[in-house]
């Protein structure tokens, strides 16, 4: 990204500047040796003229900049701290021992840049260079301050926007990124992962039109890459367009059948057509490619989990669990399925077993939302069980996921219900709104808000409640077309297996 | 059908106290034997044939016995021979005759609903039946027979129409029974998808028949009763015009507000179901959702099949149960007295059952520990998917929840082989048909004969039926609420037109009463009068004339 000769001539600018000091005639005549690419002539020079003022930080400068063309990092680097030493922020030598640092993005720059942009805070870059090294060091918060100020220099140089963009992405803030990724796959149309960077990053912001947009020229009769056609696929369900979904996917299976995210992927296509016995078939065929995968458990365990094969799924489950027991994920899914099962032969023993087993995961993952909102909800299942309120625990286990994490809007809405079965219906308001801020479709938080309203006995609600009752309605409706259009297809099996 | 699926609860410890009632299905010795025809035994290619009909328990011969009126559907290929809905005259003991024929009821046709109501205020019981295409309108002439009277009713259609639910109602409280009718959804063979070949034609991947969802919805109708033996449709100026985007099956007409005015519940099949609020002028207000009762308590329309109402915490209010497809729980919906309603499924733990599509249910006390139960019958809408997938069969048991008294129940599984026996049910109806004091059940099974479940309940709990008899209310009564105070507690019952799956309880109230020996009664006649009857004796059927006070039984006899 940064050649050294532009870095050269950077530093030697900043050499120049600073002419105007004894022993000008010397320095001059050096400058002009390395302007005429004289290297060795100007190395002799300096080091003569050292000879005659070994205290001239100006000379021990052109000297690392000599070295540095010439190669000899290490002297040029000895060069360059004697010069500082000498005048601690003389900015030539300052930069010359940057440049050197900075091409293996070595942290001991971090302080140098800092120098120089105390010295010139609009130096863009300087901020580029202090930005791509802090990604580096895994600062991205700090790496995107720096890109921020350096937007003109890293328009033309690859590397720090997707430095950039990967930082964006890091930090949670996939919409900037997105821009940054465009202005990558621009500089460079021919390479091809800026537009897959570009393209996973629209999938994620539901902008599947423009995934498309950037994927279809990729999608050439020979494009010999799964995770291309995998995301593309993804997309195209996303659109409605199940049929090359579902042909990109297999597509990608067939490529490389030795990934476990291809077979669940078509799993969660299985679960959302209703094609469930398709999707145990597939897993079966992933499952003689890559025995002993958990994934591929879970998923089976899931399909099989929608047909009430509740021994079947639980057995998949507890495989997976075994094969990879730090897997969240299972357990969350064998809760699911666990609670789907007819128990009539199960007591409180195994559910205090489910119990126990998510307090040993909130042991091991205290700052798991996902896993405290389980927790609460296994909790107030219990206590309906037993016939008792809910207890502290439970709503303390839904007050830390939603603090952890505010838009988990399915804790909001368990906070809600445990507060209108406690009479608490302003809380209850409370948690339906804040989770209609997240997630305004969210159909139970406008139902809990709908009853809590009637029920808080608040005058002057009775508009709301019937703006309410037509907004559910409506979003009834519209889930019920989005439901159609999703269940437009289903899958047939084919008499050859694919992957077999 | 079908949606939402939720999370079965795990069975909790069982109590270990016993259940004192035991059923057995003496359909075959009390002589009914006909099958009810609905459509391919082993598969549907439409859901006309796949939702089923009713029945009803009701005294059309005014003998003090109940007799039993059955719907029935067709074939697409034609209608075997014997294919009819059928009235069987109750014999006073325990057997049954068909008197179909000589009443004047045979009919062929994809019947659905039936409601029974004193419409013309004659002292005789009429039928309402539902079908797709024309609804038909019996008088009981009184003598044994049945006059179809929908034309000169004014309620022949022009239009093909899918009646389903229907109650008798006086909406207006003039004394006379108006009718309304619930409208599943607008059907005809042309138009409607083949099995697998539509968006909403697959379950679990297997071609099944198609809908609701996708299909057209229905729009309802409210019929006033002019006095004269006829009706005038007034669903427009009621509020019923507009369709509600609602699939409306079993229909229900309570006073849930307890206001005096009678309101109408709707369960409704993958819509919200809809709760009509009396406005007390003629017109109806829609109030399902924000009075908690038209969804799960999680916000999603389920597919509302059944109706039960009764008090199951004996607060004296009205509390609804609604069944629901396979893979969701049933709903129970507490009343707080003024009509709005808390889902109390989970507390409840009738959450702990999920396995089967629900039909005809009720609210119900089995064993009369005063404490009244909750029952339905099930059955799949599916029958060819039993073929691949064993676990969704077609035939499955009837379910049993009996009241533990401390707002819970808790499933019974050994209450006899008429519950465990498993069937492919729709209707059922509740009832005394041998006069002992107990509630029997009659249910409705799809292309097999019925099963009539005689209670034979042990142990030494005490009882009271009554039998109201309107004067200024419409002479069924319809719409009285009855608080019954006993051993501290009080109960409330209604007397309705249609509940369960489209079908008909007997009418006199059963209340059963523990240890108690005496009640004291509160009627709330549908006229706004409101009586007393403090003291009644237990293990007694009392018939109250409205403002005449207790007259003797009609025919009433023990056996």
């Known amino acids: 990204m940064f050649h050294s000769r532009c870095i050269a001539l950077f530093v030697l600018g900043a050499a120049l500047a600073a002419q105007a000091q004894p022993a000008q005639t010397s320095i001059a005549s050096i400058e002009s040796l390395i302007r005429s690419q004289h290297y060795d002539l100007a190395l002799q020079a300096a080091l003569s003229a050292l000879l005659k003022t070994p205290n001239d930080f100006r000379l021990w400068t052109l000297e690392g900049i000599v070295l540095s063309i010439k190669g000899s990092s290490h002297d040029a680097m000895g060069a360059f701290q004697k010069a500082l030493s000498l005048s601690p922020n003389y900015p030539a030598a300052l930069k010359g021992e940057v440049q050197l640092l900075y091409q293996s993005r070595d942290k001991r720059a971090i302080p140098l840049l800092e120098r120089i942009l105390k010295a010139d805070p609009n130096d863009e870059t300087a901020h580029e260079m202090l930005a791509n090294i802090e990604e580096k060091q895994g600062n991205c918060e700090a790496a ?56 996973v990053l629209l999938v994620e912001a539901k902008q599947n039109d423009a995934a498309l947009k950037v994927l279809e020229p990729l999608l050439t009769p020979d494009q010999a890459d799964p995770d291309i056609l995998s995301l593309a696929s993804q997309a195209y369900e996303a659109v409605g367009n199940t049929p090359q979904a579902v042909s990109l996917l297999h ?40 025995p002993g995968n958990p994934s591929l458990y879970i998923s089976r365990g899931l399909l099989y989990g929608q047909l009430a094969e509740f021994d079947k799924a639980e057995a998949d489950f507890n495989t997976a669990e075994r094969l990879d027991g730090k897997q969240s994920i299972s357990l969350y899914a064998k809760d699911i399925v666990e609670f789907q099962r007819d128990m009539s032969d199960k007591t409180h023993p195994d559910k205090a077993l489910s119990i126990s087993e998510i307090r040993a995961q909130l042991r091991a993952h205290p700052d798991s939302a ?11 299942n219990e206590d309906s069980d037993t016939g008792i309120k809910v207890t502290d625990e439970a709503m303390n286990s839904a007050l830390l996921a939603v603090k952890i994490q505010p838009d988990l809007v399915q804790a909001r809405d368990l906070l809600a219900s445990m507060y209108m079965s406690y009479g608490k219906y302003g809380l209850a308001i409370e948690q339906c709104r804040l989770a209609l801020q997240y997630a305004p479709s969210d159909r139970t938080a406008l139902y809990h808000l709908i009853i809590a309203l009637r029920r808080s006995g608040q005058s002057g609600e009775r508009d709301e409640i019937e703006k309410l009752v037509k907004r559910l309605s409506d979003l009834q409706q519209s889930g019920l077309q989005q439901e159609t259009a999703r269940k437009r297809f289903k899958f047939v099996e084919q008499p050859s297996a694919p992957v077999q | ?47 006309l044939e796949a939702n089923g009909c009713g029945c009803a328990f009701f005294d059309y011969d005014n003998d003090g016995w109940i007799d039993i009126f059955l719907l029935s559907g067709t074939r697409l290929s034609g209608a075997p021979p014997g294919a009819s809905n059928r009235l069987y005259k109750n014999n006073r003991d325990g057997t049954f005759t068909d008197v179909t024929r000589q009443a004047g009821l045979e009919a062929v046709g994809w019947a659905n609903g039936v409601c029974i109501g004193d419409y013309n205020n004659d002292g005789y019981e009429d039928l309402f039946c539902t079908y797709y295409g024309q609804n038909r309108l019996y008088r009981n002439l009184g003598n044994g027979t049945f006059k179809d009277v929908t034309k000169e009713a004014g309620l022949e259609t022009s239009e093909v129409r899918w009646g389903a639910g229907c109650s008798f109602l006086d909406y207006n409280r003039d004394g006379h029974l108006d009718l309304f009718v619930s409208n599943y959804l607008q059907f005809d063979f042309e138009h409607v998808p083949k099995p697998g070949s539509g968006v909403n034609c697959n379950w ?5 028949n198609c809908g609701p969802r996708g299909l057209p919805f229905g729009r309802h109708s409210l019929y006033r009763n002019n006095g004269d033996g006829t009706f005038t449709d007034v669903s427009i100026e009621s509020g019923f015009g507009k369709s509600w985007s609602n699939y409306g099956l079993t229909v229900v007409a309570a006073d849930f507000n307890e206001d005096g005015w009678p309101d109408i519940f709707v369960a409704s099949d993958s819509t919200p179901s809809l709760l009509f609020i009396n406005q007390h002028d ?53 009343n707080d007295g003024t009509g709005n309603f808390d889902d109390t499924t989970l507390p409840a733990r009738l959450g702990v059952e999920t396995r089967f599509t629900s039909w005809g249910t009720g609210i119900v006390d089995l064993d009369n520990d005063g404490w009244p139960d909750i029952f339905f019958v099930t059955g799949s809408v599916y029958p060819e998917v039993e073929k691949q997938f064993p676990q969704y069969p077609d035939k499955s048991p009837r379910i049993l929840f009996r009241n533990l008294g401390n707002g819970a129940f808790e499933e019974i599984a050994n209450a006899g082989p008429g519950v465990t026996t498993p069937h492919s049910s729709r209707g059922c109806a509740f009832g005394d048909f041998d006069n002992d004091g107990d509630l029997d059940i009659l249910i409705l099974n799809m292309n097999a004969a019925p099963s009539l479940l005689r209670n034979d309940l042990k142990g030494t709990h005490h009882w009271l039926k009554v039998k ?30 249609q509940s369960s799956y489209f079908s008909c309880n007997d009418s006199r109230l059963h209340f059963g009463l523990g240890q108690a020996t005496t009640a004291d009664l509160t009627i709330h006649w549908p006229s706004g009068l409101v009586e007393k009857y403090p003291g009644v004796k237990c293990d007694q059927l009392i018939t109250i004339r409205e403002a005449h006070g207790v007259i003797p039984n009609a025919g009433w006899a023990r056996s």
Do not use: W
């Open chain 1, 144 to 199: 995107i301050d720096h890109f921020l100020l350096s937007t003109e220099a890293i328009r033309t140089h690859p590397g720090s926007l997707e430095a950039y963009g990967n930082c964006l992405v890091q930090t949670k803030e996939p919409q900037k990124a997105i821009p940054i990724f465009e202005q990558l796959a621009a500089l460079i149309p021919g390479s091809t992962y800026p537009k897959y960077d570009l393209a």
């Open chain 1, 251 to 290: 597509q990608a299976i067939v490529l490389n059948t030795a990934n476990a995210d291809y077979y669940v992927a078509f799993a969660a296509l299985c679960l959302d057509h209703d094609s469930f016995q398709v999707g145990i078939d597939m897993m079966n065929a992933g499952l003689f490619r890559i």
């Open chain 1, 370 to 380: 996902l896993l405290h909102f389980l927790f609460a909800k296994l909790l107030v």
């Open chain 2, 1 to 47: 059908m079908g949606g939402r699926i939720a999370t079965p609860q795990a069975k909790p410890t069982e109590s270990g106290r016993p259940f004192d009632a035991y059923f057995t299905d003496v359909a075959a010795l009390a002589g009914l034997t006909a099958p009810v025809i609905y459509g391919p035994v082993d598969h549907k290619d439409y859901i």
């Open chain 2, 204 to 208: 679990k991947g297997i071609p099944v």
């Open chain 2, 282 to 334: 003629g017109t109806f207000k829609e109030e399902g959702i924000e009075r908690g009762v038209a969804l799960s308590s999680d916000g999603m329309e389920q597919s509302g099949m059944g109706v039960g109402i009764g008090d199951y915490n004996l607060d004296g209010h009205l509390d609804i149960f609604v069944t629901h497809f396979t893979e969701d729980s049933d709903a129970l919906y507490h």
């Open chain 2, 468 to 497: 109201l008899v309107g004067t200024k209310s419409n002479r069924s009564a319809i719409g009285a609420r009855v608080l019954a105070r006993y051993s501290g507690r009080v109960q409330a019952q209604a007397v309705l037109s």
